[in-house]
């Protein structure tokens, strides 16, 4: 797959009022292609990237106004689409004909104004009791075996970012859940790591590293400051373990190597939303275009991504890879 050349980035205006949008008991998404809005009428409420939608071009006509064209072999029907803003001018509904669709506000990008995730937040006493319980936890032995990755640190990939994410308390549990920001990777996905980087510089891109080797004990820990209605989120440490504990799996993201910033990615990390998915329909062409050509690049030197998320991947994930606690 070569794919073309980045598209520009859409203008704020047009961000504001992309997304998703609900009535009827129907919903549909607005997103930017090609310079253009399209409306995405999700008529398959399984179909959580919106890949199965009808897609309807929108011919503009004044600001915030547009024409939805239906034109088919057995019916044509036109259609006026007028959205409202807040004061902020955020889209806050889309009025398809006579029928009038809410927006729905998630995560926090350019273009959403919701807040970003977080779990219901522990006192600092709650966290020394989970924290004490997770490092006393003992790691099944089954999950010890398989092949054992020698770790390295990171930062010693020449060019690839660190933006240790559980290092810090910006995250979804509100509190850093590793000792430390250094990062670590099994020494073949740092090489492989490495011409993953090379090749993006080629379009003018690094990588940006958020997670990757995760102990044992740090999955207990995560699993145990879940709530109880949100335990499937994550692998179950005492069965399956995670992928990150074999220093086997990274979540990546994409920076500008001229400006050295992380780009505006389709959604956030840990966003847990229908903008997570792999093969999400909506968003903007270039963010669409950055999501795609981190995949490629990831999938060329050794790595598989995952539907659910599009920031994770696993590197050779048909091994049988040995899971690791190692501490910090």
Known sequence: MVLAAVPPDAPKDVKHILGFYYGNGENILI???G???????RFAMQDKAFGGSNIYPLVKEHFDS????????MTSSESSVRFERDPDGYGISCRV????YSRAFVGRTTGERGKEFRFAPHSA????????????????????????????????IAGVKLDSVYGRADNCFGAPLYSSEKLYVGQE????LDRVQRHLAAFGYGLVLWDAYRPWSVSKLANLALPPDSKGMLEDPETKGSAHNTGNAVDVSLYDLATGEQVEMISGFDEPSFRQFASYAGGTSRQRYLRDLLREAMELYGFKGIEME????????STKWAHLNKSF
């Open 31 to 33: 997103r930017e292609n």
């Open 35 to 41: 310079g253009r809005l399209e409306l995405l009428y």
């Open 66 to 73: 547009y024409t939805l064209n239906e034109a088919g072999p």
């Open 97 to 100: 004909g006579g029928h009038v």
């Open 125 to 156: 006493e709650e966290w020394a009791k989970l924290r004490a319980e997770a490092a006393a936890a003992v790691m099944p032995a089954a999950l010890a075996a398989g092949q054992q990755v020698e770790l390295v640190e990171a930062s010693t």
């Open 189 to 192: 996905v740092a090489a492989a």
């Open 310 to 317: 599009w920031w994770h991947f696993d590197y050779k994930p």
